[in-house]
């Protein structure tokens, strides 16, 4: 008796509880994300705090920085609002570099976080739905199967699914940590370089009391590099499917 209470007290919770602590504890962090700070993270909380933002950065530049790159990860990791509103932030209180460095590496880490969380909580049930799932998450999904690298970039230059589904997807897939992080960290640079010298001009935005203008990157010089980025990852892809070769 004595061995089977001590056995009892030492048993593990159950697999179908632990599996999915991962994904119970991020839908309810980002539900009360939502509740609670989607009126909070705006642009005009920003400009109302600046003088105080600077000040703490001006005081301890290390330590802010430290914090503002964990701030962006934990956003991105329990898919918070205000992803835009910090990558802003990013450039308006660091300037362009390190800005672009800071807002990257958060974004990355954050991805990273979801990534690991998801891959932990996941079963081969869930992985069997996804196959089964049609439209566009299905497509990206054939496309990851067969070409892992390409179709990873391709998912951080054209936002063709939401953020937080780009980190979810490669998850199902068993793609390796390190081709994540890479794919992450290299694809989303161009949009976080536009927005990241959008925050650096804030300065005379603020001063005029007007918004700043996010249809920029809808411009031909935006566009145009964007455009030519992905055909470059299209390639591979194009590649394979003409020699019908082996997984690039």
Known sequence: MSVSLFQSADKPLPTSISRHLPWITIAVVAVLGVVL??????????????DWLNGMRDANYPAFAFGFVAIYALA?????????IITLAGGYLFGLFPGVLFNITGATIGAAALFLAVRAGMSDGLTRRLDAYGGR?????AGLDQ?????LFLIRLVPVV??????LIPAFLNVPLPRFVVSTFIGILPGAF????????????????AEPDLGVIFTAPVLVPLIGLCILALIPVIVRA????ARI
Do not use: C, H, Y
């Not at 998450?137 to 999904?141: E, Q």
């Not at 939401?162 to 980190?167: E, H, I, K, R, S």
């Open 162 to 167: 939401p953020f937080f589904v780009a980190n």
């Open 137 to 141: 998450v299905a497509r990206i999904k």
């Open 194 to 209: 536009v927005f990241t010298s959008l925050g650096s001009g804030l300065g005379d935005v603020f001063a005029s009391g």
């Open 242 to 245: 003409k020699r019908g070769g």
């Open 76 to 84: 991105v990791a329990f898919s918070l609002p205000g992803g835009l």
């Open 37 to 50: 700070l989607r009126d909070q993270v705006t642009f005009a909380a920003l400009a109302e705090n600046r």
């Open 147 to 151: 070409n892992q690298w390409s179709m």
